[in-house]
């Protein structure tokens, strides 16, 4: 089970790289896309986070 929550996060933050560099040279601050943006860049490391230390708590 460990190695799925270590490739879980790993997708997860590879997603969010992907993200980051697919906004490049995009004006999205306009309409309100920026705190969007943020938010959800928050609750994804917010999920990270959670899931990698409740890696104990899964059983294998």
């Not at 460990?2 to 309409?31: C, H, N, Q, W, Y």
Request: proline share 2%; hydrophobic share 40%; aromatic share 4%.
């Amino acid at each position: 089970m460990s190695r799925t929550v270590d490739r879980t996060v790993e997708d997860l933050d590879r997603a969010m790289r992907e993200l980051r560099k697919s906004l490049r040279g995009i004006p999205f601050r306009s309409g309100g896309f920026k705190k969007t943006h943020d938010n959800l860049a928050r609750d994804a490391a917010l999920v990270a986070v959670l899931i990698d230390s409740a890696r104990s708590s899964f059983r294998n």
